[in-house]
T-cell receptor, first 116, second 111 residues
């Protein structure tokens, strides 16, 4: 089956620093990648949709200058949390879709970010 | 009104019980439907797709009712390992592809 990896799986950083999270599709080419955030006991919330080679589409309320997304290749998307604050502490999960007509998403294992 | 609504539970059932979850969606442009399972502090994993004709996979049966805009998941002969959060997921295509997650229904299966 399709495999998506994320790195790092867990990161602790100080307030004000930036953190980069990588999402890779290992055995398929992902035309679209999605970034989600999940707070404890809450549902996954879509942050942005990233299409290879174009700018990401951000959901309402998500600051594009704070959460920088780059989808430079068909197998890699990155999310950079800039000037992180404690309220950014969350579980960040990426998912990837193989083709534009495919409706199934394959999820990465998630990155747990803690900002102190 | 939320686009995808689920009873958060928790559902506490004994091993061997049959349990059913429902999920309602509000957007009639919804095109495809899934149930995902999420264990604590883990990523969601696809459990099964949902079709109007019904979809059965072992102890799990999923059903879609487009007229009433709801999706169901039935688990028969519950196992301890079924304890998890079950997410109802709806894909929309309204000029752009979008996935909406329900908040999930928590299930605890006890010995």
């Amino acid at each position: 089956g399709a495999v998506v990896s994320q790195h790092p799986s867990r990161v602790i950083c100080k307030s004000g620093t930036s953190v980069k999270i990588e999402c890779r599709s290992l055995d398929f080419q992902a035309t679209t990648m999605f970034w989600y955030r999940q707070f404890p006991k809450q549902s996954l919330m879509l942050m942005a949709t990233s299409n290879e080679g174009s700018k990401a589409t951000y959901e309402q309320g998500v600051e594009k200058d704070k959460f920088l997304i780059n989808h430079a290749s068909l197998t890699l998307s990155t999310l950079t949390v800039t000037s992180a604050h404690p309220e950014d502490s969350s579980f960040y999960i990426c998912s990837a879709r193989e083709g534009r007509s495919s409706s199934e998403q394959y999820f990465g294992p998630g990155t747990r970010l803690t900002v102190t | 009104r939320k686009e995808v609504e689920q009873d958060p539970g928790p559902f506490n059932v004994p091993e061997g019980a049959t349990v059913a979850f429902n999920c309602t969606y509000s957007n009639s442009a919804s095109q495809s439907f899934f149930w995902y399972r999420q264990d604590c502090r883990k990523e969601p994993k696809l459990l099964m797709s949902v079709y109007s004709s019904g979809n059965e996979d072992g102890r799990f049966t999923a059903q879609l009712n487009r007229a009433s805009q709801y999706i169901s998941l039935l688990i028969r002969d519950s196992k301890l390992s079924d304890s998890a959060t079950y997410l109802c997921v709806v894909n929309l295509n309204t000029g752009g592809f979008k996935t909406i997650f329900g908040a999930g229904t928590r299930l605890f299966v006890k010995a």
